[in-house]
Every structure is written in structure tokens, then in C-alpha cells.
């Protein structure tokens, strides 16, 4: 079995920074994709940032020169760095990790609540 454990959400000021982790342990052969989501109330899940096992980063158009993605193959971590908070950006964030070599299985993490205020 596999857990996905995020931390490092709270409550920020508009145009102040949180740094989420998420960290994978258990039965962990191979991680594949590591993605941040995020659920605002009255509004669908949305893929935030994501990470391939390469390296190779993806972002939402909204969060695009804000938020940074990275990840600690060694420690089988994810990190989602948020600097210039705007106020809808408050919602839980979620990690989703795909583990597995060449099919996936996909865990997620029990989530952490963002809030900005104005």
C-alpha cells in the first residue's frame, strides 16, 4: 500500500507565498507523474502543476509564473512553491502521485486547505 501525506497549506495575505509538500512511502517501486490539484468550493477539480518522472513541468495558465514544481526523487516528494497569493487561489490542494512502470495506480493525498485573503 502506498500513503500520500501533503503539508505546508494555511492562511496567507494576498501577495504572500506557502510552500506545499507531498510525500509518498510505502510499497513504492517506481513514481511516474507527481501532480498538485485543487478544489474550490462550488467549482470542479483543477490540475494545477504537474511533474513527470523526467523533470518535465506543466502549469495552469492561471498559475503560470507564480507557482513552481519540483520534486526529491530520493525522498519521493513534491513540492508546490506559491508566491504572489491572490485570494482565488484559496481552495484544498490535493497531490496525486502515479506509481507503477509502465501501468500506473494512482494515490492521492488527503488534501490541505490554502486560504488567501484579501
Known amino acids: 500500500q502506498v500513503q500520500v501525506v501533503e503539508s505546508g497549506g494555511g492562511l496567507v495575505q494576498a501577495g504572500g507565498s506557502l510552500r506545499l509538500s507531498c510525500a509518498a512511502s510505502g510499497r513504492i517501486f517506481s513514481i511516474n507523474a507527481m501532480d498538485w490539484y485543487r478544489h474550490a468550493p462550488g467549482k470542479q477539480r483543477e490540475l494545477v502543476a504537474g511533474i513527470s518522472s523526467g523533470g518535465s513541468t506543466n502549469y495552469e495558465d492561471a498559475v503560470k509564473g507564480r507557482f513552481t514544481i519540483s520534486r526529491a526523487n530520493a525522498k519521493n516528494t513534491v513540492y508546490l512553491q506559491m508566491n504572489s497569493l491572490k485570494p482565488e487561489d484559496t481552495a484544498v490542494y490535493y497531490c496525486?502521485?502515479?506509481?507503477?512502470?509502465?501501468?500506473?495506480?494512482?494515490?492521492w493525498g488527503q488534501g490541505t486547505q490554502v486560504t488567501v485573503s484579501s
Open positions: 496525486n502521485v502515479k506509481v507503477g512502470l509502465g501501468s500506473f495506480s494512482d494515490y
